[in-house]
């Protein structure tokens, strides 16, 4: 009974949308549905793009949106997923909220692994998905699940919405916490009936205080002192930065701080970018796949700065052999990331745009030039061993790294570039150049398989004028394929470089060397990329052959559209150099 | 070196709290021995106070993570010596064996024992201590044939505190005071200043 009343009330309600009358009605009243509102906060909070999939609990906010369409671009992706990777990938690129629709049941679940993945890497996002009508909430009713509870371990800040009056004072305080402090991703499901509910409305007004939420705090003096005289009395001061640096908006703070110091600085996956690539005093990347100085010189300086970087067990290796001699002064705007892993000396708890000038300012103008060139052994090391035939091989095989290295010739590093997970995903960050912040997008924490492709798609959204190049393996590309759709529906000039090494890669290698070479189904078959861009009305090609390389990627730059270039490349190359997991950093193999 | 904690954290009364601080510690594997929700000395916030045994490291980085949430105003974490707790246990025991066999009279002055209700059938008994105290009254009623028994979630003060109003007078403000804008884990953290 109960689910054929629900049919006739949804019916009856969306007659009452449809009517042409409703919105007169609603000028003349000032009364809104909650749909309305919802689209009247994003208006109110600058949102351009929203990411999204219809279904039956959010219709009422598509039929809204409908009206909406020269405000608001609503970008319909392939699969939730999608959606809320683009979401990612707008947010990354743009410093802006991402928003994301979904409907209720299957749709909000397809939000999961974005929520992990935007959760632990730190993205502002502000979800929105469908729920059933309130009065049904518990009763197994189509495509109810329970939301709030599965979504509320990857959530910064989640809510559920039954009633509209609700609506602007939650989602006021939904783009709050979701861009302030740590931005992390806030969910807020709505019920169809608090969508469809017409209430008196007041206006939008933002949310700028929670009481209950302090998102930074006032920075105490006594700290930075004492950790500028720990930098000042350093004779090997050594820089680890993440990307608190880029959500902190303190590029240039930082690059002050580490030039008055003379401090070299590596960094962590989602800290690249932060610094240009090319700065000399970027000495590399950190942790399992990095580079062999910092690395190595990570249990060798004497004073550890890590700036808004949460020492991730991909970082540190084997903890309790991690930096152990060095006194370390822990820059973040989350204090529960302070002493979580490894210990601080010092802990500067604040927002890096506030802390590092102060810190700057007390430092003394120094240079390191003994400790500096100690970086440049070990990078001319990495050279030698590993580097030279990665970027310039002598065999026929092609590598990952020749390919990004005549992509760096011709986007001069100043492509957006996405990566998604695995070897390429490393080789990519180890070789590509950077000259501009916010340019290295990649699943960090989360490692998703899958979220480059729409990822890419959402930062072109959320950075029109700049070129994007997806790079993704053949595994991963697989996994998200269907975002093709979107590309060809919405003709968004996305670059998509396959670097196929027809294994999955990451886990064979893992296979090679810890597992006896027993290659446990990571023999991935791919299917003809080229034909089924084709189908997509994707222009593309695939070469094998070195002397195609630069030719190739130069017509996929300059084409005028979506362009997918596979590239065949060896199928068995390893990367290193490589800290195997339970070793130190100092016991990184070049080979 | 594990050892009882009492974890007091002060949120607003919000659905759904309760279960982001649950599944804190169920992360983590930890188990939850008690825990209590009820009103504070504040209308509108709500006091959890949680019991668990792990070390003092665990109990930190699982405090910061609990006050982290949006909606949690304040997270202390004690040991025994800072609070005075109680917790309360009922009995249920057959009226006819009760009457013939024990001292009734001597279990209720030894334990401090209330009887709350006397039927024909049954008899229900009460006490409010500590839990090595309800736990004896326990082993003592069990030869009687105890048909029921129940303990409640530990409820604690702590010693020192002078309570929530002052605090969110601070919270209510938006420039708050130096106090406030510390985090109590970490100015509490040995070492900071010492080097």
Known sequence: MEKIDTIINQKEANEILASPQFAIQVKEETEISGSQAVLEAFIAEGVDT???????????????????NDQLKHILVRHEQGGIHAGQGYARSSGKVGVVFATSGPGATNLVTGLADAMIDSTPLVCITGQVY????????????????ITTPITKWNYQITDANEIPSVLAKAFHIAGTGRPGPVLIDITKNAQLQKFNYSGYKKCTFIRSYRPKPTVRKEYVERAAQLINEAKKPMVIFGQGVILGGAEKEFKAFIEKGGLPAAWTILGLSALPTDHPQNVGMLGMHGNYGPNVLTNECDVLIAVGMRFDDRVTGRLDKYARQAKVIHLDIDPAEIDKNVKATVALWG????????????????????????????????????????????????????????????????????TDVGQHQMVTCRYAKFNETKSNITSGGAGTMGFALPAAIGAKFGALNRTVVAVIGDGGVQMTIQELGTIMQTG????????????????????QLFHDKRYSFVDIESPDYVMVAKGYRIEGQSISKRDQIKDALSIMLNHPGAYLLEVMVGKEN??????????SVAEIRLS | MKKEFTITVYGENQIGLLNRIAI?????????????????????????????????????????QIEKQVDVLKVYFNTEEDIVWQEMALYKVSTEQIAEKAKVERLL?????????????????????HREETDKLVKVLEPYGLTEFVRSARIAIIKKSRGFHEKLKEFEQRAPGEELVENEFLNQRQGVFSM
Not at chain 1, 53 to 68: E, K, R, V
Not at chain 1, 496 to 511: A, D, H
């Open chain 1, 50 to 68: 929203i990411f999204g999939y219809p279904g039956g609990a959010i219709m009422p906010i598509y039929d809204a949106l409908y009206d909406y």
């Open chain 1, 574 to 583: 390893n990367v290193f150099p490589m800290v195997p997991q339970g070793c």
């Open chain 1, 492 to 511: 968004i000039n996305v670059k998509i470089l396959i670097l196929n090494n027809q294994f999955l890669g990451m886990v064979r290698q893992w296979q």
């Open chain 2, 109 to 129: 002055r030894e334990f401090g024992a209330r009887v709350v209700a006397i039927t024909k059938d049954f008899t229900i008994f009460e006490t409010t201590g």
């Open chain 1, 351 to 418: 927002d890096c745009k506030e802390t590092l000038p102060m810190l700057t300012a007390l430092i003394d103008k120094k240079q390191h030039p003994e400790w500096l060139q100690k970086f440049n052994e070990f990078t001319q090391k990495e050279i030698d061993v590993v580097i030279k035939d990665e970027l310039n091989p002598t065999t026929d095989e092609l590598t990952m790294g020749e390919v990004i290295k005549v992509l760096n010739e011709l986007t001069k590093g100043d492509a957006i570039i996405v």
């Open chain 1, 134 to 149: 309130a009065h049904l909430l518990g009763t197994d009713a189509f495509q109810e699940v329970d939301v709030i509870n």
């Open chain 2, 24 to 64: 804190i510690f169920v992360r983590r594997k930890i188990n939850i021995d008690t825990m209590n929700t009820s009103p504070s000395e504040i209308v509108g916030i709500h006091r959890f106070t949680i019991l668990i045994d792990e070390t003092e490291e665990v109990v930190r980085k699982v405090c910061r």
